[in-house]
């Protein structure tokens, strides 16, 4: 059963290049062009004018290939233009870029970005979001609403630039025209840049300003007043034409607009038939968060924690993970295992099984590096979900990569710190898989593999957020209580709306790593649950400022089952309750919670124990002590009268325990 498989004739795809770049997407900024617009007086993305390390937040839809980017301002980014904001209010107006009153977050915790600027009166609201609707070419979109959540009127101008986050496109000719979609006597316009598609508005805006290389930045002419009325173009032969499109948005008044996303070819696109709002898409998002719930008694973790879970979806296109949402290579290592890991630990089995059964192809000769990526996905697939068709279908490509990795290995071909402790754990971890499948054989010849791969490995240097949050999710599942600390740090540096920077195509940097998300989902799981090899230890490293809060984790999968267990703090004592749902034909599963209570476990499926007293962490000044568990065995409780019995605990709504 575990043999080679024999190539194909069929040559694999190259795994390493990035998808063709779109036409107009950003290039290298040559010449400094960008330095040079600056001193012209054009208003830049703020990234580009402060020469700042990228940062932006991913939108877009489940399954969707393309993840659109919002900067830190809500400047939305498309391929080579961009689509930026800015509010003409009483006393002035006010570019995003340029102000430093200016606060972003998401509308709960969904990839729902929510940008305002403080104006005179109240805040102007700039909100993004993907979202699906039907058109003649493709049905995926981004929506873009400006709230006036002032007291007063203002004027909002909508400008399309050729300049993006990180870099300075090109647009060398941006033209507006009616369209179909309106409502009542408003007639929808359509925006095209080059000939493209780009925004489609309810109605004819109220003023437009154009600018270009010659005329210089838009931004002169709309905060002067000089906009005119009549539609015009804007063309620049050195693709730098730009356009507003200004508008009055009265007290509470909103103005909503739609991107087309992805394939949209050049004939008319009319509004969207459903264009829904904000709120709306991000109530939409929770469907996508179903599946095992954390309860975290430390809010910044929690709030991370939640906001990944929706993020790591962007990353997927329904057929493969990029860690980009959009071109980066969809098999690569250090990636692409952590990405599908995510889904697997959220109990989203079908998303990694629908893209591994179409890596068959790719596997014939694949580098040591795709090999060990493909081992670590299989065997943790395979040990969380038990899928053993999925397993006998791969067998021999994983046969094959362990013979490849140990020929490469003895050869000298496996270098680099970071891949070899990825090969060495992608091994171990392919060795428990085959040992619980029943290989004890081959399990055995593998982990000796995983040791000799092993040995002598320095002390990792994670080179990004999301490399340092894979190591520390690895430490704390050994219980190292030190990793927390270095947790809680890496957490603080994410942006207010919970994103890291990583690589991005061609090595250029990346805004918003979702293999960083799909890290902190692997950090969280390891704080509550850690697999071991005669079972899981609930809880291996208990933070001391978790003392006292209530912690659950629900029907999370694990190496040995489906686990659900909560704990409820009496006094200094914590209360355990738990229920595994085992894997079919396992012996009786250890279970620990050496966080808490080193002493105690139990081969008991489900149950519910009073743990040992766990003194205050320095510093807790105050704590309110409660009666005893009503279970506790008489020779257990303290002298003195009997307490009053208490409720005892109980597991919300949602759990599985009986």
């Keep these: ?378 065997a943790r697939h395979w040990r969380l979900h038990r899928i053993d068709a999925l397993l006998d279908w791969m067998l021999p490509e994983v046969a094959a990569a362990v013979e490849r990795l140990d020929r490469a290995h003895r050869k000298g071909h496996l270098t680099g710190t970071a891949s070899r402790r990825r090969a060495a754990d992608a091994l171990a971890s392919a060795a428990t898989m085959l040992t619980a499948a029943g290989q004890p054989g081959a399990g055995t010849s593998v982990a000796a593999l995983a040791g000799r791969v092993a040995a002598d490995l320095p002390e990792p240097t994670p080179a990004t957020a999301a490399d340092h949050l894979v190591l520390l999710a690895g430490r704390i599942a050994g219980g190292d209580a030190a990793a927390v600390t270095e947790l809680d740090h890496v957490v603080v540096a994410a942006s207010p709306t919970g994103t890291w920077a990583g690589p991005g195509p061609g090595g250029r940097p990346s805004g918003h790593d979702l293999v960083a998300a799909a890290a902190v989902v692997a950090a969280a799981r390891s704080l509550l649950v850690a697999e071991r090899p005669d079972g899981l230890a609930l809880l291996p490293v208990h933070p001391e400022s978790w003392y006292g809060g209530g912690i659950e984790l629900h029907d999370a999968p694990t190496d040995f089952g489906r686990l659900s267990f909560a704990v409820r703090w009496h006094g200094i004592r914590p209360a355990l309750l738990w229920e595994l749902e085992p894997h079919p034909g396992l012996a009786p599963v250890r279970l620990t919670i050496p966080g808490l209570d080193p002493t105690w476990s139990t081969t008991e499926l489900r149950g519910d124990a009073l743990l040992a007293e766990v003194a205050p962490p320095a510093g807790l000044d105050q704590l309110t002590l409660v009666s005893e568990h009503p279970d506790i065995l008489p020779e257990m409780r303290k002298p003195g009268s009997a307490p009053d019995e208490p409720e005892p605990p109980t597991i919300p709504e949602g759990g599985t325990f009986s």
């Excluded at 940008?115 to 609707?133: C, M, W």
């Excluded at 154009?210 to 905060?223: C, I, K, N, Q, R």
């Design 1 to 378: 059963m575990f043999r080679r498989r024999t190539p194909t004739a069929a040559a694999p795809p190259d795994t390493a290049a990035p998808a063709t770049e779109p036409s107009g997407a950003p290039a290298e900024d040559a010449g400094g062009l960008a330095a040079r617009l600056g001193e012209a007086g054009w208003v830049l993305p703020r990234g580009l004018a402060e020469g700042a390390p990228p940062r932006w937040t991913l939108i877009g839809t489940v399954a969707s290939p393309t993840a659109t980017a919002v900067d830190p301002t809500g400047l939305v980014v498309g391929e080579g233009w961009s689509l930026d904001w800015w509010v003409g209010a009483d006393d002035r107006w006010h570019l995003p870029p340029q102000e430093a009153a200016v606060r972003q977050q998401l509308v709960d915790e969904a990839p729902v970005v929510e940008t305002l600027v403080r104006i005179p009166g109240g805040d102007a609201v700039h909100r993004a979001y993907g979202f699906r609707s039907p058109r003649p070419i493709g049905d995926e979109w981004v929506g873009v609403e400006v709230e006036n959540a002032t007291a007063v009127p203002f004027a909002v101008a909508l400008v399309l630039r050729p300049l993006v986050a990180d870099a300075v496109g090109a647009a060398s000719r941006i033209t507006i025209e009616p369209t179909e979609g309106g409502t009542g006597r408003d007639v929808a316009h359509l925006v095209r840049i080059d000939g493209r598609p780009v925004l489609v508005v309810p109605r004819k805006p109220n003023h437009l300003a154009v600018g270009s290389h010659e005329l210089g930045d838009v931004a002169a002419v709309v905060t002067s007043g000089a906009a005119g009325t009549e539609l015009v173009a804007a063309d620049c032969p050195d693709g730098l034409a730009t356009l507003a499109l200004i508008y009055p948005l009265p007290h509470t008044a909103v103005l909503r607009v739609a991107v087309p996303v992805g394939e949209v070819g050049t004939d008319p696109v009319p509004y969207p038939a459903v264009l829904p709002d904000a709120a709306t898409v991000a109530s939409g998002w929770e469907v996508h968060r179903r599946g095992p719930r954390f309860e975290i008694p430390e809010r910044r973790l929690a709030l991370a924690t939640e906001r990944a879970r929706a993020q790591i979806h962007l990353a997927h296109d329904g057929t493969a993970v990029r860690r980009d949402g959009h071109r980066m290579p969809d098999l690569e290592p250090g990636a692409t295992e952590v990405l599908l890991g995510a889904f697997d630990l959220l109990d989203r089995p079908a998303d990694v099984g629908t893209v591994v059964a179409r890596w068959i192809e790719r596997l014939v000769d694949p580098t040591p590096e795709v090999d060990a990526l493909a081992l670590a996905v299989i």
